[in-house]
């Protein structure tokens, strides 16, 4: 296993509710990428941040935001739900920025109701 | 655009045969290509990874090969056995934006005892 953790586990939320994820990344790692799992699907890329700063980011709506503290952890915040944000959320930490490889999370099973 | 194809998208064998899982990556200039086993309900694991200044790598039963004239790359599972079931993700970065990683759709390979 790795030495990412990510909470809650499970979350069930209504339409209109905000919602915030939490990760932690592995020992000695910078930089935490967060990903949406929708049921039978890849992970889709919705941005990372390396060393407190956003460092790219994927083709979702600004109601998806987050944070990275001085300590490298994450938050994952999405505002005003939606049916379809339903879905696995996935953090990824590296050692570096980019082609260094991930290490996943145990993920955060968001449902929407 | 940025885009991965993964094919099959299922793929059955017989358990002691050989399995092999194909992507296409658009972005010629990417230069690392992981691989992930995803276990039902389960985080993604990397499995094997391969960057772009070597043509194969093998770990045990497992192997990767890249073309990156044609731009595709491969997994190659030998001797398959029960636990190898689980759904395969390749992924690329496109170099343009080598901090989102894209995966590809996924296969879900099922070994028949």
């Known amino acids: 296993e790795t030495g990412v953790t990510q909470s809650p586990t499970h979350l069930i939320k209504t339409r209109g509710q905000q919602v915030t994820l939490r990760c932690s990344s592995q020992s000695g790692h910078n930089t935490v990428s967060w990903y949406q799992q929708a049921l039978g699907q890849g992970p889709q890329f919705i941005f990372q941040y390396y060393r407190e700063e956003e460092n790219g980011r994927g083709n979702f709506p600004p109601r998806f935001s987050g944070l990275q503290f001085p300590n490298y952890s994450s938050e994952l915040n999405v505002n005003a739900l939606e049916l379809d944000d339903s879905a696995l959320y996935l953090c990824a930490s590296s050692a570096e920025l980019s082609t260094d490889t991930q290490y996943f999370g145990p993920g955060t099973r968001l449902t929407v109701l | ?113």
């Open chain 2, 1 to 113: 655009g940025e885009n991965v194809e993964q094919h099959p998208s299922t793929l059955s064998v017989q358990e002691g045969d050989s399995a092999v899982i194909k992507c296409t990556y658009s972005d010629s200039a990417s230069n690392y290509f992981p691989w992930y086993k995803q276990e039902l309900g389960k985080r993604p694991q990397l499995i094997i990874d391969i960057r772009s200044n070597v043509g194969e790598k093998k770990d045990q039963r497992i192997a990767v090969t890249l073309n990156k004239t044609a731009k595709h790359f491969s997994l190659h599972i030998t001797e398959t056995q029960p636990e190898d079931s689980a759904v395969y993700f390749c992924a690329a970065p496109p170099y343009s934006s080598a901090s989102k990683i894209i995966f590809g759709s996924g296969t879900r390979l099922s070994i028949r005892p």
